[in-house]
């Protein structure tokens, strides 16, 4: 069964800088695609990014689009989230998730076709 564990949150200044890990083990994520998710205090669980299992296929939601950047290392079966100019919006507990992917090129935006689910690491944004 595949477990992913995230991790790389932290307190942040605005316009600071994190990337975040997503590791997985029980399994290879060669088939399977990435996404990341956010949960913000009060707020619904928020699409933010995802990956195809080849790496092919990335997306990203309009209000981080240009400042994080979604990439894969299948050798070492993580997915990153790089954060940068981070803004106090930002502010939420990140998750990632699985689906299984044998296209190559699926980017999944919706929760409900993930499979696999971390528990979350927390991203604070703040002065």
């Known amino acids: 069964q595949l477990q992913l564990v995230e991790s790389g949150g932290g307190l942040v200044q605005p316009g600071g800088s994190l990337r975040l890990s997503c590791a997985a083990s029980?399994?290879?994520?060669?088939?399977?695609?990435i996404g990341w998710f956010r949960q913000a205090p009060g707020k619904e669980r928020e699409w933010v990014s995802c990956?195809?299992?080849?790496?092919?296929?990335?997306d990203y939601v309009g209000s981080v689009k240009g400042r994080f950047t979604i990439s894969r290392d299948n050798a070492k079966n993580t997915v990153y989230l790089q954060m940068n100019s981070l803004k106090p919006e930002d502010t939420a507990d990140y998750y990632c998730?699985?689906?299984?992917?044998?296209?190559?090129?699926?980017?999944?935006?919706?929760?409900?076709?993930?499979?696999?689910w971390g528990r979350g690491t927390q991203v604070t944004v703040s002065s």
């Open positions: 990956i195809s299992s080849s790496g092919g296929s990335t």
């Open positions: 998730a699985a689906l299984s992917d044998h296209t190559g090129i699926h980017c999944g935006k919706v929760p409900y076709e993930y499979d696999y």
């Open positions: 029980g399994n290879t994520l060669d088939y399977y695609g």
